[in-house]
């Protein structure tokens, strides 16, 4: 199955850009299904990870309002093309995904 | 194996053991400690509840130093896109509050220690309010808030 993460990664000037899109509906736990006539439970991420070779660059914690689909940019300094990058993810329902690159 | 032989094996295999351990976590411990999420902080339905259940008893002093980009006007609150950069030196961690949400703390990015003071994400926001980030710098925190308007709320 594809991956629920889509990255891009840009360098200039020892900055590296990484611009991240991950599959997931993020439900509220607030939302109310009209047809089923009650509130679709809650599904979000709660953490998101993020590792360049082995040591831990960016560790986030979610909660529900981040909206669907999550989008998820930062900058960091130190890659060399090539370098592996690692972004995980978990749910509150035990779901996880997780996918590696070589930084461009 | 003589029982002579026997301790003294057993000995140095436990040895080597205890060794072993101590190397692995050494080696294993993270660099940003990952910490228990914070399910107060979560839950917390205020902005003071949320700042104190984050950051308990500490000060945080409002700097012009943190930008947060986003529209003044949105017209989907469902998604509100939204950067956050600050110039304060080495900056630990960026927060995000909302404060008319019904659970006003929305997230927390730990930075580790290549990153550069700049996070960029989509967020819900439910009603017209006050959206602050609380960046962590040299272990004081710092905050700024802006205004959004917002036509339809965000939170189903």
């Given at each position: 199955m594809a991956s629920s993460i889509r990255v891009k990664t840009s360098m200039r000037d020892g900055l590296t850009t990484v611009r991240a899109i991950i599959r997931h509906p993020m439900h509220t736990g607030y939302e109310f299904d009209k047809e089923a006539k009650k509130l679709i439970p809650a599904h979000y991420i709660e953490n998101v990870t993020v590792h360049h070779g082995d040591k831990v660059i960016l560790q986030c914690d979610w909660g529900r309002a981040i909206s669907a689909n999550p989008y998820l940019s930062f900058t960091f300094t130190g890659a060399k093309t090539g370098d592996i990058l690692r972004i995980s993810w978990t749910d509150n329902l035990s779901g996880s995904d997780s996918i590696e690159l070589g930084i461009q | 194996m003589t029982d002579e032989n026997r301790r003294s094996f057993i000995r140095h295999s436990l040895c080597l053991l205890a060794a072993l351990t101590t190397g692995i976590t050494g080696v294993l411990k993270p660099l940003i400690a990952l910490?228990?999420?914070n399910s107060r902080a979560f839950a917390a339905g205020t902005e003071k509840d949320a700042r104190a259940a984050l950051f308990p008893g500490q000060q945080i002093e409002t700097s012009d130093a943190i930008?947060?980009?986003?529209?003044?006007?949105?017209?989907?609150?469902?998604?509100?896109?939204?950067?956050?950069?600050?110039?304060?030196?080495?900056?630990?961690?960026?927060?995000?509050?909302?404060?008319?949400?019904?659970?006003?703390?929305?997230a927390k990015f730990n930075l580790g220690p290549g990153c550069s003071g700049f996070i960029a994400t989509r967020i819900k926001v439910a009603q017209p309010s006050d959206i602050i980030a609380i960046v962590?710098?040299?272990?004081?925190?710092?905050?700024?808030r802006k205004f959004v308007e917002v036509i339809t709320g965000g939170c189903g």
């Open positions: - | 910490a228990e999420r930008h947060i980009e986003a529209r003044d006007v949105i017209e989907n609150g469902a998604v509100v896109p939204l950067s956050i950069t600050t110039k304060l030196p080495a900056a630990e961690s960026i927060t995000i509050l909302v404060e008319k949400n019904p659970n006003p703390f929305i962590q710098s040299q272990g004081k925190l710092y905050s700024t």
